[in-house]
Nanobody, 120 residues
Framework: QVHLQESGPGLVKPSQTISLSCTVSNGSITSGNYVWSWIRQTPGKGLEWIGYTASVGGTYYSPSLKRRTSISRDISKNQFTLQLNSVTPEDSAEYYC????????????WGQGTQVTVSS
């Protein structure tokens, strides 16, 4: 079954950039009709959708994070990446990549998550 794995630094300084990669195994990020997504979770806000890159191309971001967010993909590596810049401690969260199913509106596969702490 499709497997997703997050990777990236767990500690980021304020004003800098959270850079994470999601490596997808046993499934192509360009195949089918999926939205390859980033979600984060905090005790205070719960789950928060960040954005996605679609298998057919294109990206879409949460309005609240659009200004600071960039999601891209590396087809040769079967990876998609998240860059969230100008971070503050409020961006500290468990970050997940996940495969979303359009129209139905759920995620059928998740990475294990990676903790990112924003601190000086």
């Amino acid at each position: 079954q499709v497997h997703l794995q997050e990777s990236g630094p767990g500690l980021v300084k304020p004003s800098q950039t959270i850079s994470l990669s999601c490596t997808v195994s046993n499934g192509s990020i360009t195949s089918g009709n999926y939205v390859w997504s980033w979600i984060r979770q905090t005790p205070g806000k719960g789950l928060e959708w960040i954005g996605y890159t679609a298998s057919v191309g294109g990206t879409y971001y949460s309005p609240s994070l659009k200004r600071r967010t960039s999601i891209s993909r590396d087809i040769s590596k079967n990876q998609f990446t998240l860059q969230l810049n100008s971070v503050t401690p409020e961006d500290s969260a468990e970050y997940y990549c996940a495969r979303g199913v359009p129209y139905v509106g759920y995620f059928d596969s998740w990475g294990q998550g990676t903790q990112v702490t924003v601190s000086s």
